[in-house]
């Protein structure tokens, strides 16, 4: 069964969609013409809304194809969006390359992927259970 996921579009822009059927995120597409700096970031608007179903996020995530070919990434990688936020979905794309990077109208510029929230109940306590790694993290395995 398919979850259905509302949207509007507030500005002239094209329509989120998989480009294949096996495809886990939609495509964004910028609703604007802007140039991001070698080094700078940049917030750019898709000109959609979208109407999560209770108990799901949408995550924004960076096109593997910007990234290797151009340098372009997402700041706040992937950014969540809740199920309660009606706003327009914007994405930080950042420039990682040493030339300014020109996005048209249409291109597509992150992509949307939808997932199950699981709420937890937070409880303190005094200490946690050992285990054989511990607290070790950042590079800790090698």
Do not use: C
Request: net charge positive.
């Amino acid at each position: 069964m398919m979850t259905i996921v509302k949207f509007i579009k507030l500005k002239s822009t094209s329509t989120p969609n998989y480009q294949t059927p096996d495809a886990s995120g939609v495509d964004l597409h910028s609703s604007e013409q802007t140039v991001i700096k070698s080094g700078a970031f940049q917030l750019v608007g898709t000109g959609i809304a979208i109407e999560i179903p209770k108990g799901m996020e949408a995550q924004v995530r960076p096109r593997s194809g910007l990234a290797a070919k151009w340098g372009i990434g997402i700041l706040n990688s992937p950014g969540t969006i809740d199920a309660d936020y009606r706003g327009e979905i914007k994405v930080i794309l950042f420039n990682f390359s040493k030339k300014p990077f020109r996005i048209n109208k249409g291109d597509r510029i992150a992509q949307l992927v939808f997932s199950k929230v699981t709420k937890v109940v937070l409880k303190e306590q005094k200490q946690l259970s050992k285990t054989k790694r511990g607290s070790g993290g950042f590079g800790h395995t090698g």
